[in-house]
């Protein structure tokens, strides 16, 4: 049921926000150096690396590490990537790892392959189970405010409660954050 959800969801959702995409694409393009997407290595169900992609939102030369680990971090972003980053814009590209079945609308948000506290943290709750997804319980409670132990506390507790219904309400609540572009550090 969740596959099925999630592929008319992205299929609505890349109908819908196709000219948008084009737009930012664009955008990126003309304002910074360097390819349109980043395309971030991450892990997926069961540990598994793929590839995730993004705007591309920070300078050509930017340490690949988490965000809140990157001094100065506000100084790698490109004129838009700001913008791209608080509107959320800059995660459509990820449409396509929904799409190849690699990541889902809902989950706890994929780990960069580099994260090894996060990663163990959430092996040890038996977290790894579950696809990755654009949006989750984490990111609608605090997203990149809360600490990793948070941030695993809440994807634990999404593993426990997650259905259809429950999906529903925190996409309707992703909505309502990224309207109000809430949470969002850099």
């Given at each position: 049921?969740?596959?099925?959800?999630?592929?008319?969801?992205?299929?609505?959702?890349?109908?819908?926000?196709?000219?948008?995409?084009?737009?930012?694409?664009?955008?990126?393009?003309?304002?910074?150096?360097?390819?349109?997407?980043?395309?971030?290595?991450?892990?997926?169900?069961?540990?598994?690396?793929?590839?995730?992609?993004?705007?591309?939102?920070?300078?050509?030369?930017?340490?690949?590490?988490?965000?809140?680990?990157?001094?100065?971090?506000?100084?790698?972003?490109?004129?838009?990537?700001?913008?791209?980053?608080?509107?959320?814009?800059?995660?459509?590209?990820?449409?396509?790892?929904?799409?190849?079945?690699?990541?889902?609308?809902?989950?706890?948000?994929?780990?960069?392959?580099?994260?090894?506290?996060?990663?163990?943290?959430?092996?040890?709750?038996?977290?790894?189970?579950?696809?990755?997804?654009?949006?989750?319980?984490?990111?609608?409670?605090?997203?990149?405010?809360?600490?990793?132990?948070?941030?695993?506390?809440l994807d634990f507790e999404y593993l426990q409660r997650r259905s259809t219904p429950f999906d529903c309400y925190i996409l309707f609540l992703t909505g309502m954050k990224v309207l109000g572009r809430?949470?969002?550090?850099?």
């Open positions: 049921m969740k596959r099925c959800l999630d592929l008319v969801l992205c299929s609505l959702a890349l109908l819908i926000l196709f000219m948008p995409m084009l737009l930012v694409a664009i955008a990126v393009c003309l304002t910074s150096p360097g390819p349109i997407l980043f395309w971030s290595m991450r892990v997926g169900k069961n540990n598994i690396l793929f590839l995730m992609p993004k705007f591309r939102t920070m300078q050509k030369n930017t340490p690949n590490v988490a965000t809140h680990l990157l001094t100065g971090a506000q100084s790698y972003l490109t004129p838009i990537g700001g913008f791209l980053r608080k509107s959320s814009l800059d995660e459509l590209p990820q449409l396509w790892s929904v799409l190849l079945g690699q990541m889902s609308f809902v989950g706890p948000r994929p780990a960069l392959y580099n994260q090894d506290d996060l990663i163990a943290m959430r092996n040890a709750k038996g977290i790894e189970v579950l696809l990755p997804g654009i949006t989750g319980w984490a990111q609608v409670n605090g997203r990149d405010e809360l600490d990793l132990e948070q941030k695993v506390r809430e949470g969002v550090a850099h």
